[in-house]
């Protein structure tokens, strides 16, 4: 069975930063696209960023691009969301998902980390 469990939300202040964790079983990890998507409250979930098997290609959202590195390791199955210079947009649940940019929306996710962003 397939599981993706997040970690590392929290409050957070504008202008700090934050990494996010996800801890992936039951899938072959290493050959798999994996993506970000994050849903403030209220509003549609959005993808943020996705990241290839082999981490030669990562692609990012414009709302996130340049303060947002997304990055892997392998043999710990473990996905990172890096997200620095915060900004109280970036308040919302964060999960990730096995699956290209393409399908990242519709993919099935784990039970997400909430990021909220603070004074």
């Known amino acids: 069975e397939e599981q993706l469990v997040e970690s590392g939300g929290g409050l957070a202040q504008p202008g700090g930063s934050i990494r996010l964790s996800c801890l992936a079983s039951g899938f072959e990890f290493n050959w798999a696209w994996m993506s970000w998507v994050r849903q403030a409250p209220g509003k549609a979930l959005e993808w943020v960023s996705t990241i290839s098997s082999s981490s030669s290609t990562t692609y990012y959202a414009d709302s996130v691009k340049g303060r947002a590195t997304i990055s892997r390791d392998n043999p710990n199955r473990t996905l990172y969301l890096s997200l620095s210079s915060l900004k109280p947009e970036d308040t919302a649940t964060y999960y990730c998902?096995?699956?290209?940019?393409?399908?990242?929306?519709?993919?099935?996710r784990g039970q997400g980390t909430q990021v909220t962003v603070s004074p």
């Open positions: 998902v096995n699956a290209p940019r393409s399908t990242a929306l519709t993919g099935a």
